[in-house]
């Protein structure tokens, strides 16, 4: 049976090799459970076609391009230039997923910092909203917001303090919540999704990374979104419905490319 609800997942990596064998089954599943959008973002330059292609095959589904932080090792000053040709021709929702990783060691900062910030002006000149990766490296991502303003994204999987929730939130983005904070220990996420304004949270899953509670250590989906909904609609006190309807146009808020997401529905 189709669900009613509209949601949006606004990080989902569709195109990886964990879907290969039934992503066609994945697709249909979470479009008849109520998923009515899914953002994929490229995380390097390989992948920048494949999810092109991807996005054009399954109506909903819908492009972000970007070099990842723990693919920098692997990129050349080229692959900015393939990210602008890219975004020149078909005008992606957003650049990401970008950012910075401070939790991995091993990776070169000083070379994350530059394709960071060159992912940044690029986004600046074209307009484009920002999908970030910010993991253990919140303050830093932010110095680099405030140098290179944008118009606005979403931190996904934030795990910061109520405060950078707040700075993130001054400088126009909306933060990402999925399946962590459907976990009972992740006392401070749940925290925060159950006091900050329901306008800056939109719905994600990370899949196939980050599997809520109910699927820990196996392959997350975007099938899962509605009972990730479910639990911020508990967390809050607020019916699904209003979950469903306000995070939707929180994600089309910050990524405008989603704007006709009922069309795919």
Not at 14 to 24: I, N
Request: proline share 6%; hydrophobic share 45%.
């Amino acid at each position: 049976m189709q669900s009613s609800l509209k949601l949006v997942d606004t990080h989902c990596h569709l195109d990886a090799s964990e879907f290969d064998a039934d992503r066609d089954s994945v697709v249909l599943s979470a479009r008849s459970a109520g998923v009515a959008a899914i953002v994929v973002p490229a995380v390097e330059r390989v992948n920048f076609t494949v999810v092109a292609q991807m996005c054009r095959r399954y109506p909903g589904c819908f492009p972000a391009y970007g070099v990842h932080p723990m693919y920098v090792d692997n990129a050349k000053p080229s692959d900015l230039q393939a990210l602008r040709t890219i975004i020149e021709e078909s005008r992606p929702v957003a650049v990401g997923e970008i950012g910075l990783d401070f939790f991995v060691e091993g990776f070169d900062r000083e070379r994350q910092e530059f394709y960071f910030a060159e992912q940044l002006e690029l986004a600046r000149t074209f307009g484009l909203p920002v999908i970030l990766h910010v993991r253990r490296a919140i303050d830093t991502v932010l110095m680099h917001l405030r140098r290179i303003p944008v118009t606005g994204g979403i931190a996904h999987a934030f795990n910061g303090s109520r405060q950078q929730a707040e700075e993130f939130i001054r400088l126009g983005f909306r933060l990402g919540f999925g399946g962590a904070m459907t976990y009972d220990r992740a006392l401070r996420i749940r925290d925060l999704v159950r006091t900050l304004p329901l306008e800056s949270i939109v719905l994600e899953t990370d899949a196939p990374d980050i599997p809520p509670a109910w699927i820990a250590r196996r392959r997350n989906s975007p099938e899962e979104l509605p009972r990730i909904a479910s639990v911020l609609a508990e967390l809050r006190g607020q019916s699904m419905e209003d979950v469903a309807k306000i995070t939707a146009s929180n994600a089309v808020s910050a990524l405008p490319g989603l704007e006709n997401i009922g069309a795919g529905a």
